[in-house]
C-alpha cells in the first residue's frame, strides 16, 4: 500500500508505509530511482529485504519530492546525498517508517508481539522494569524499546548500552504520548519522543516512537 500516514510539523516529516505490493511492482516503481540505488538493491537477495529497500526509498522520495541516493556512515548511519536534512529509516514485519527533520531525526517502528517480554532484560533497568504497567504490559514494553533504538540512531554510534546509556523517565502508557529519555555518554542529553500505537483492520498493531527537530 502507498504512504498511508504522513505528518509534516515544523519542518519534521514523517511517513509511514504498509508493504503490500508485490516485490515485482516495487521494483517496476522503482525503475527510475538513481542509477547507484538501482545497483546496490542488487546486493539483496532476499525477497522481503529487497522490499524495505525499495520502500524506504520510495517513501524519501515521496516525502521529501525528490529522487536522491541514501549514503551511510561507517556506523551504519543513513544521509541524504545533497541535501542537508537528517533522516532516520526503520522497518519492521510489514511495515517502513521515515523520519526527516533539519537537524536531528530518530524513528523505530515494531511489530507488537510477545517475543519483547522475553528480551525485556536486556533492555530495561532495574527502574523501568519496576515502572511497567502489568496490565499493559506489551505495549509499555515496545514504548520503551522504540524509544531506546530511536535514541540510539541519532547518537548515531555503536558502543551504546540500552541499560546503562538510555534511561526513559516513567510514564503513563496510552494510544499515544510524548515521553522522556535520556541519553548518558561523555554528557548527558534529553530527548523528547513522541510515540503512539499504529492499529490494521485485522488487529495487527505497531509501536512507533519518533522524534524530530
Known sequence: MPLILKTDNNNCIFGLWQITEPIEKLKNDFDNAPKEEKENLGKFKNPKRQAEWIIARLLIYEIIEKKTVVDYDEYGKPSLRDDKRQ???????????????????????????????KIAHKFLNSSELDSIDIHNQLLHMYVHWGAKETVYKIYGKKRLDFKENIRIEPFKIEKKGTIKAILKTKEIISFDLDYFVYDLPDQTKYMIVRYCK
Open 87 to 117: 533522516v532516520s529509516i526503520s522497518h519492521t514485519d510489514g511495515m517502513v517508517a521515515v523520519q526527516i527533520g533539519n537537524i536531528q531525526a530518530g524513528v523505530d517502528v515494531e511489530k507488537v508481539s510477545g517475543r519483547v517480554a
